[in-house]
């Protein structure tokens, strides 16, 4: 009652990993030195390895959205049309960054909470053979959905585009066959599954993808992905890195490698299943039931309550930090994380919490049941497992 520690339960930033963050302390280190030079080869060998690529994977010193807009101002040119599949606040943001750099966007677009389908995109690119790319979020963590991107790398692959999947939430959370279902970009970020602060975006950049590099025209000086694919064989980044990130990176990275990065999707799958049991046996209703993410859980607050009341019931009485929704979906869904440093205690606390909010707003629930749910679904899966 007294004692309130903080908790975050948001999509990004996340809970931090403790060696990850005791490893920023020994920051003091020069960028040009032989020493930083071989950590970084390494961080850059492990992202290799974590996300499961052949591909080269290349640091940037700026949140997921500069990697985004590397993508586009690095591999495209003006008017290229482009098929966006857009189901949420990051999809737009890719149609945004699209129309900015002079691209033709062809928006496809599916009702917040759902996902553009396979068949929806097959259609697009039937009609448009002559898009140069796709853009699409593997979670579109806005809403609480995912998409099929491997359906979606099945039909890109044999055309002349490319396919750029935001997977800023869907590295760690979902899997993700980089080279198996043909995904030309996979943009990640530091302060989502990879448990260390923002400020670090990743690309990996497939032979397809380097080939639209030599006719982009598009402007472009700091994110230089020429120059910082260069400068990687070095051991070296173009510009300053964020020096203590690199190396609480490179911390994080050993320890998703020990854990494994199947145990690491597995342990967000499974707390947002048992999120999704937990909100179904209070009687409160999913946002994105159909497809539904695995980095995010978005759930609708009772009838009538808005839930702003449930986001402050967090803060103010526990200490938690969950998210409210985001632009018009604002006081219509609150939004519990499942990515990175969670565990089944942090939700069972989550859960607990939340039938308090509920109770004290006028939302009669039973105490315990949303727990029971959890707690039934973590039995069964350490019994089966």
Same mark, same amino acid.
């Given at each position: ?23 920023m ?14 950590l ?15 591909n ?25 049309k ?7 606040k ?5 149609v ?10 062809i ?9 553009v ?6 259609e ?5 053979p ?15 959905a ?11 692959k ?17 899997p993700?066959?980089?080279?198996g ?6 943009i ?6 990879f ?11 497939s ?12 402007p ?12 990687a064989?070095a ?13 609480? $990176?490179?911390?994080? $990275? ?12 597995a ?7 048992a999120t ?38 967090f803060?103010?009485e ?9 632009g ?18 942090d ?7 939340l039938?308090?909010?509920?109770n ?20 069964e ?5």
């Open positions: 009652m007294y004692i309130k520690k903080q908790r975050l339960l948001t999509p990004g930033p996340t809970p931090l990993l403790p060696r990850a963050l005791h490893a302390m020994a920051s003091d280190i020069h960028h040009r030195t032989s020493d930083f030079q071989k970084y080869r390494q961080v850059l060998t492990d992202l290799k390895d974590v996300f499961g690529t052949k080269e994977v290349l640091p940037l010193s700026s949140s997921g959205s500069g990697a985004m807009e590397a993508a586009v101002s690095n591999l495209f040119r003006r008017n290229d482009v098929i966006v599949c857009t189901a949420g990051f999809g737009e943001r890719w945004g960054i699209t129309k900015a750099f002079g691209l033709n966007p928006v496809v677009e599916a009702p917040y909470g759902d996902s389908s396979a068949a929806r995109l097959a697009a690119l039937r009609e448009h002559d898009a140069r790319g796709v853009f699409v979020q593997a979670s579109e963590t806005s809403t609480g995912a998409h099929d991107v491997q359906a979606m790398g099945a039909l890109v044999n055309t002349d585009a490319i396919l750029v999947i935001d997977a800023i939430t869907g590295l760690g959370t979902m993700l066959d980089i080279d279902w043909g995904l030309d970009v996979v990640g970020g530091s302060q989502k599954a448990m260390i602060p923002p400020g670090l975006a990743f690309l990996s950049v032979d397809k993808a380097w080939e639209f590099h030599k006719t982009c025209d598009l472009h000086f700091y994110f230089d992905l020429k120059k910082e694919r260069k400068n064989l051991g070296e980044s173009t510009w300053t890195p964020a020096v203590s990130l690199i190396i609480s $990176l490179a911390e994080a $990275l050993k320890y998703i490698k020990e854990l494994g990065m199947d145990k690491l999707i342990n967000a799958q499974m707390l947002a299943a999704r049991a937990a909100a179904s046996a209070l009687g409160l209703e999913l946002f994105s039931p159909n497809a539904p993410s695995s980095s995010v859980t978005a759930i609708r607050p009772p009838a009538g309550m808005d839930s702003g009341l449930i986001v402050k019931g803060r103010n526990f200490g938690m930090v969950i998210a409210n929704g985001q018009e979906m604002k006081g219509q869904i609150f939004r519990i994380a499942h990515l990175g440093y969670f565990d089944f205690a939700l069972f606390a989550t859960i607990g919490a039938e308090i909010i509920l004290a707003n006028g939302y009669i629930v039973p105490y315990g049941k949303g727990v029971a749910a959890a707690q039934s679904f973590y039995a899966a350490i019994r089966t497992r």
